[in-house]
């Protein structure tokens, strides 16, 4: 048995429930001391956040910059991105591609999530050297308006951000996605390889946790919650055929295995997509086919090991783009800031309700077929990723305010 069936086998196993509840517990007291800790550190600074004052933050840094923002349209608003091409990262690029001209810098070739150490730091500078370069051949050949990066310390270093600052004087922007999860972590050479050094750096932080918007400030930084988008082109449904009654796509780790089990348990008739579930799940091809086919797609909305932590998700989106089945996962006060919660999407607060709840709506496919027509709706009103860098690109000036612009999917 190799290392990763070993650890397959021991998530699906009556050992894995107790091993998890351990781990919970140690990252949800991680987590609220540094949640508690922040709070007090913005106390003792009489601060507290407020999104209309950060916004007035990040004028006036650019302004005290001499930048000068050219407002321009959708289409037109050219981009520098450095953003890592795997995974499902396509997404931003294309609708980037959208927003206007784009040149992505792609971190990729350069390893630096494989790398540690000193191999790390010595990679880091040397992507440094070439993300400067490459910014200022393309500024020869379009002009940018902004500079988006995805990634944390581990990719890009204070100093570099500063460099891009006085040598262009372009707004940078920061995308956390996880930073509840991934606040802090390990240092090299003085710099955090996730949020926490960085944080203060970039003129504006987008940040997918509304809580973490306080833990910004308290390091100086102006960050503004946003949660994840959407790309219409490619979520949208492949069938109006319901074949799945209740389906769950992602990994096994953490507390899926024990929700996966408590659901089975109790008469829920859930299929299981992704990796790490053995004989339990399924392997699959194109998640857009699952959410299609399901009559109710089932999300789990722990973060790590804990089921009592929440945070949005890309799939909080990308399901109910897609417009097939209803989604069902874990109530979120920033998800239901999204959502009408009971007519978009549904929510549990508990197993106990999302087994009652799984159930019921895979025996009314007709009640799903009109929620998920509903939130499919709203993605295309408000939740695709163009949604979001439109509303970066007004608080940096370089988009009128409420400029309108397309919300149906283009073909892609």
């Not at 998890?20 to 991680?30: C, D, K, M």
């Not at 796509?249 to 089990?261: D, N, S």
């Amino acid at each position: 048995m190799s290392a990763g069936q070993l650890k397959d086998w021991i998530r699906n196993s009556a050992l894995w429930p107790a091993i998890n509840h351990l781990r919970a517990s140690r990252f949800e007291a991680a987590y609220r001391q540094r949640r508690d800790t922040y709070l007090r550190k913005l106390t003792e600074q009489g601060k507290t956040y407020n999104e209309q004052a950060t916004v007035a933050a990040i004028r006036k840094q650019l302004i005290d910059r001499g930048y000068k923002p050219t407002p321009r349209k959708v289409g037109q608003i050219g981009t520098f991105s450095v953003i890592g091409q795997r995974s499902w990262h396509d997404d931003l690029l294309v609708s980037l591609k959208e927003f206007g001209p784009l040149h992505n810098c792609d971190h990729a070739p350069f390893e630096l999530f494989r790398l540690r150490g000193s191999e790390l730091a010595a990679a880091r500078r040397r992507f440094a050297d070439h993300l400067l370069h490459d910014l200022a051949q393309t500024l020869k050949q379009q002009a940018v308006d902004w500079v988006f990066v995805y990634g944390g310390g581990r990719i890009i270093t204070p100093d570099t951000i500063n460099r891009i600052h006085e040598q262009f004087g372009l707004p940078t922007v920061n995308m956390c996605l996880d930073d509840k999860n991934a606040w802090a972590g390990p240092v090299v050479e003085g710099v955090d390889n996730n949020q926490s050094s960085i944080a203060s750096a970039y003129d504006m932080v987008w940040t997918s946790a509304s809580v973490a918007c306080d833990w910004y400030l308290a390091e100086g930084g102006r960050a503004v919650y946003l949660p994840e988008g959407c790309l219409p082109s490619r979520y949208t449904a492949t069938t109006d055929r319901y074949d799945i009654p209740v389906s769950f796509l992602g990994a096994c780790y953490g507390p899926r295995p024990g929700v996966i089990r408590k659901l089975l348990r109790h008469g829920v008739d859930i299929k299981v997509f992704g990796k790490g579930w053995g004989k339990l799940g399924a392997f699959a091809i194109d998640p857009v086919d699952i959410f299609s086919r399901s009559t109710v797609n089932f999300g789990i909305g722990g973060i790590a090991f804990s089921e009592m932590l929440t945070n949005v998700k890309g799939r909080d989106f990308d399901v109910p783009c897609t417009g097939g089945g209803a989604y069902l996962t874990a109530f979120n006060p920033d998800l239901a800031r999204s959502f009408d919660v009971g007519r978009e999407i549904l929510c549990y607060r508990n197993l106990e309700e999302a087994v009652e709840m799984a159930n019921h709506y895979a025996h009314h496919p007709d009640d799903c077929r009109v929620i998920a027509t509903r939130a499919r709706e709203r993605c295309l009103k408000e939740h695709t990723w163009v949604h979001r860098y439109a509303r970066i690109a007004q608080v940096l000036g370089v988009m009128p305010q409420h400029t309108e612009y397309p919300t149906q999917p283009r073909e892609s």
